[in-house]
């Protein structure tokens, strides 16, 4: 029994570990948030009452809003001054977390038949929860005994860790149960003893089981700091009313949102994709010719190449520059496969022929060129592409596939070039600092160059059924391609200058 209640005991004492004896425990004193004009003078001192006596006891260490360094690089001042409307308790905590502080008090003042009516809450910033919060209606003079009050709650919070969330074993342990109900008492005789010197003070909650969520700005509370009078708060930061929305939402400190809004300036982008799509991929080669009867000797041959259409698989590369935060030049690369035809055939003049059927095998295109891209909202996570680009297309010829063609007279003919202009659109998703995943749909359209050719030697030897038109080819080509994109470099962000007085 003796070992179980010391057992006990060091528990408990494990679980308590801001005691006079131990560091006090910090806690931010938030300002207040007058909900009607006349509130505003108790609402502007009550934060330096709650400091004066939290300082007068040894557990406690109250730091003030002016302490606390820069909250995503804008002073603590100015993010409060800007916190969203009906979220002060959510950016108090997270000036809490700045401060590294263990508690958090945040609270409003109300007027309310000629009293003042003062809510306060306690926030665990460890744990993201808020664990009491009580109000109050204070008439003259009861403004210095409330915080009195408030500092002694407090303690009490510390010395019990009142509504931590490991209370939980109460469901299980009677000595668990035990300690959480004497702790709750304690800070119940304090709110008592609080009610018994300025009136009637009543609990809202304890315990509060719901994370707090850090705040998140909307284009209402935009539209009421737009109606208030002297600077905006995105004017101090050098910004527009939809950028710091967009700043304020995004969880990124100044230094870093400025830096990511230089978008592609000075980057430098290395892109790696596969793809499939239908374009000029594909290839023929027909060849014929007619031998005399009498000597063998061939008298007429006729041969053509074209470029067509066809669906294949491509890999493709690009290296580019950024000029702007949304504008980048660069050079572009890969290859496509293909299918390739070919069919060489010859008879003897006068004898009964039928040609044979021509084989398939694999082609591959070249192509290279210029490329410009855009991309918008660079500070975005996702951001949409547009682009445009000049490529060449370089085919294969037969010469590629032969040494030496059976007979001199068919004609090898040079490796087709074409030349396409097209564009991009798509997107790409940020995975981390310089490395982003892309999904384009490529489009083009062949404005130059020879897709066939053909060629005639001798006469009066091939039957006119055997001397065939050249394949004619569709000029658009269209596909969907996905990669890898690695973004080196950039100009580095200004953060300096005019604005230095408002990053305290």
Known sequence: ?????????????????????????????????????????????????????????????????????????????????????????????????????????????????????????????????????????????????????????????????????????????????????????????????????????????????????????????????MEEEGVKPWERLDMGPREYLRYKNSDLSLAAWRQRAQGRSGQLLIRAGLGMGTGPTHGEYYGVYARSDQNLNVIEAYSYQAVTSGSGFGASGSVSYGLLPFLEVGLLAGTSTGRYGLLIDSYVVGDEHTLGEPEDRSNQVLFFGPQVLGTLLPTSIIRPVVGVEFTALLGTSISSRYDELPVPELSTFQAPLLFQAGGRVGAELRVADQLDLFLHLPVGMVIAGQASESSRVGSDGLDTQDILDPPGLSPISAGVQAGVQIRLGGRKADTGGVLDSDLL
């Open 1 to 225: 029994m003796i070992a179980s209640s010391l057992l006990a005991a060091l528990a408990l004492a494990s679980a308590t570990p801001a005691l006079a004896e131990d560091a006090p425990t910090r806690v931010f004193v938030s300002p207040f948030v007058a909900r009607t004009r006349d509130a505003t003078a108790i609402a502007s001192l009550m934060p330096g009452f709650l400091q004066q006596q939290l300082d007068a006891h040894p557990e406690l260490d109250a730091i003030a809003v002016g302490e606390v360094g820069p909250v995503y690089d804008t002073s603590a001042e100015l993010y409060l001054s800007s916190c969203p409307a009906g979220e002060h308790i959510g950016c108090a905590f997270v000036v809490g977390e700045v401060a590294r502080a263990e508690l958090a008090l945040v609270g409003t003042v109300d007027t309310v038949e000629g009293a003042s009516r003062v809510e306060v809450v306690i926030i665990d910033v460890l744990e993201s929860r808020e664990v009491l919060s009580f109000q109050a209606d204070l008439a003259v003079g009861d403004d210095m005994v409330f915080a009195e009050g408030v500092a002694r709650v407090l303690v009490a919070v510390v010395r019990g860790e009142a509504g931590r969330s490991d209370d939980i074993r109460a469901e299980d342990d009677p000595q668990a149960a035990a300690a959480a109900a004497q702790r709750q008492a304690e800070i119940a005789a304090q709110l008592d003893q609080l009610s018994a010197e300025i009136g009637d003070v009543t609990t809202i909650s304890t315990r509060t089981e719901l994370e707090i969520e850090r705040p998140r700005y909307t284009a209402s509370d935009l539209a009421e700091k």
